[in-house]
């Protein structure tokens, strides 16, 4: 479903990423992993879309998204990937079913409509109750799969997720780890974790390692790109 191929991003004379290749497929659980510096972030934004490498490409479904111009590359942003990050990045003005539904609007869907698909969603995540809330009014634990409920609701190709857990206490790290894997199962949602945390990337279908912006083979195994 994603190919990256011969990735390569300076930032000024820091070789950032160098000749990255990898392959995901459809409902993947994938975590990447490394110590901090390891260009785990920079090829997170590079898969989806917010940052452009130097050298290379990235394909979903064969499309060359690095060929589109701005507005196609917007578009293709909005409708094929969700992005959760470490602090959930809800609007606080907002409840959370508006929140949830701001991209689907972006997107064009009609008000009622985004509105309708965001309250289903935050119904099968747990939160139907909590949809009038201000992000203010939520716990962590609820702010994160108010999240994921937004980057769910344009149907997505992948969702790209960024130390996600790395705000929660244990409980709420369960509970969202879970919460991918039901995603998975029940709507073959793939995913691409950047994560510290060992427990989610051990049960993960395939963990890839990075260290000084190069996918590396971990100690007694091999890495499949």
Same mark, same amino acid.
């Given at each position: 479903m994603i190919e990256i191929e011969s990735i390569n991003k300076f930032y000024g004379k820091l070789h950032v990423l160098r000749d990255v290749s990898l392959s995901i497929g459809k409902g993947e659980i994938v975590s990447i992993v490394g110590p901090s510096g390891a260009g785990k972030t920079t090829l997170l934004q590079i898969l /989806?879309?917010?940052d452009r490498p130097d050298s290379g490409s990235v394909?979903?479904?064969g499309t060359d998204v690095l060929r589109l111009g701005s507005r196609e590359?917007?578009?293709?942003?909005?409708?094929?990937?969700?992005?959760?990050?470490?602090?959930?990045?809800?609007? &606080?003005?907002?409840?959370?079913?508006?929140?949830?539904?701001l991209p689907a609007m972006i997107g064009g869907m009609r008000q009622s409509d985004a509105s309708k698909r965001a309250l289903? #969603? #935050?119904?099968? #995540? /747990?939160?139907?109750?909590?949809?009038?809330?201000? &992000?203010?009014?939520l716990s962590g634990g609820e702010r994160q799969?108010?999240? *994921?409920?937004?980057?769910l609701i344009n149907n997505p190709s992948v969702i790209l997720a960024d130390e996600p857990s790395g705000s929660l206490d244990s409980h709420n790290r369960q509970e969202l780890h879970r919460l991918f894997f039901n995603l998975r199962d029940e709507m073959q949602q793939t995913f691409v974790i950047v994560t510290h945390d060992e427990s989610?990337?051990?049960?993960?279908?395939?963990?890839?390692?990075?260290?000084? /912006?190069?996918?590396?083979?971990?100690?007694?195994?091999? *890495?499949?790109?």
């Open positions: /989806g879309t917010l394909r979903y479904d590359l917007s578009r293709f942003r909005n409708r094929h990937i969700g992005f959760v990050f470490q602090f959930h990045q809800l609007l &606080p003005e907002f409840s959370t079913v508006e929140n949830v539904a289903e #969603l #935050l119904g099968f #995540l /747990g939160l139907a109750d909590r949809a009038d809330n201000k &992000p203010s009014q799969r108010a999240a *994921v409920a937004r980057a989610l990337a051990a049960d993960t279908d395939r963990t890839i390692h990075m260290n000084d /912006g190069q996918i590396i083979a971990p100690p007694s195994a091999s *890495v499949v790109v």
